[in-house]
């Protein structure tokens, strides 16, 4: 069996990742990316691009942990083309 993808090193799951924006040794998937607390804070080029559609809070700190799981359902779906 072959295995494509990476290991994302922050949730260990085999997907696609790429290289910390941060951090350049860590390979993270979108989902940890997604979901980091430094996108759009201190991360201002995040190594995933994900649009997202302006609703003014741009300049919040962090996002809680519910915004956290429904982007994550988000991008799952998104990712299974469902
Ligand atoms: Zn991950």
């Given at each position: 069996m072959t295995i494509y993808w990476d290991r994302c090193d922050l949730c260990g799951?085999?997907?696609?990742?790429?290289?910390c924006t941060i951090i350049p040794?860590?390979?993270v998937d979108i989902h940890c990316c997604a979901a980091c607390p430094y996108r759009g804070n201190k991360?201002?080029?995040p190594t995933w691009k994900i649009e997202v559609p302006s609703t003014g809070l741009k300049t919040r700190r962090?996002?809680?942990s519910e915004e956290k799981e429904?982007?994550?359902?988000?991008?799952?779906?998104?990712?299974k083309g469902s």
């Open positions: 799951q085999y997907r696609p990742t790429r290289s040794s860590l390979q991360c201002t080029s962090e996002i809680s429904r982007l994550l359902r988000e991008l799952e779906s998104l990712l």
